[in-house]
Structures are given as structure tokens and as C-alpha cells.
């Protein structure tokens, strides 16, 4: 892991960029959940209604506390690791993150430079397939460049996961498996 570009993408990233990293399964497009701007403007690129809602990563359980209200042993004994949950939203958390859900998309990633980004920044990150609506998510630094790469303010280099899919969403209030991985 080259340690210049983690930085790099970090300061981009607090400075309100828009990058793209790899994650389990494929290259995610990124951005600090805090900056109303940049996650609009992430949500134009990919073509996706803010009422859809976001997943945040993040390396710790730690940074999603201004997320999220509470989360359950059973979650945090899913982590790190490809879970995503949706948990009820903390009050102040940022609406266009949840969209029109009464829960937000959460994970700990095990994924390590997708983790080693989080701590890098210092936050969760925005974490959505980089890809438009519709069309299937890239799964290499090179594709994501040949799709994208001058709309994004960063592509780091980086490896996907050996995930086969994207990460299973379960609803930690209910137990519903919203997606399947």
C-alpha cells in the first residue's frame, strides 16, 4: 500500500473531493458524508436520487457514532467484514445520507486500504459502487479512469476484494436481508 497516495486522498477527501478506492467487491466512489456538497455532487455523477440513501464505511465502529443511534452486539460482531446494516439514524446525523430511509447503511470494512483510507481521513466515508444508475460497477482502477476520470478529483491506486458480490444490506430492526450479497 502506497502510503503518498493515502494521504493525498485523505486531504482530498476532507477538502471536500470526490475520489474513487477499491472495496470488497468493487472500486466505490467516495466522499466526506459531513459536506452536503460533495455528496450531491457525488450523487449527479452516479446519476442517483438523494432519496435513495448511502452506505458510510468506516475502520472502526467509532467513526459512525454521529451516525448512528446504537449499534447492537450482534453488528458489531459482524465487523470488520462485508455486513452492511441499516441502524436507526442519530439525531443530527445528515439527511441526505439516509434519503427518505429512517436508517442509514453502515459498515466496518475489512477491506485493508479501504480502512486504511477511513483512518487516514480521520471519518466514515461515503461508499457507493462507481458506476451510473444502472450500468454495472467498476472493479479496476483503470476502468474507473476510462469511465470517469475527469469528472473525480482522485483515483487511488488499489485492489478490489475477492468478493463475488456486493456486500449482503440486512436491516438490524427488523432482520430483513434488503440486499443480497
Partial sequence: MYFGELRRA?????RGGIIAYATEYCFGFGCDPRNRAAVLKLLHLKRRPVSKG????????????SYVADVPPRVLSTWPGPHTWLLPTKEGAPRWIA??????????????????????AGMALV???????????AR?????LRRF??????VLPGAVGDAHAPTPIRDA???ELVRPG
Fill in 149 to 154: 476520470g475527469g469528472l473525480l478529483d482522485y
Fill in 140 to 144: 479496476s482502477r483503470r476502468e474507473v
Fill in 10 to 14: 485523505a486531504k482530498i477527501l476532507r
Fill in 99 to 120: 434519503g427518505h430511509n429512517p436508517r442509514i447503511a453502515v459498515r466496518v470494512t475489512a477491506h485493508p486500504q479501504a480502512a486504511a483510507l477511513c483512518k487516514a
Fill in 127 to 137: 461508499s457507493t459502487s462507481a458506476n451510473r444508475a444502472g450500468e454495472a460497477p
Fill in 54 to 65: 448511502l452506505i458510510l464505511i468506516a475502520a472502526d465502529a467509532a467513526q459512525l457514532a
Fill in 173 to 175: 430492526v427488523t432482520g
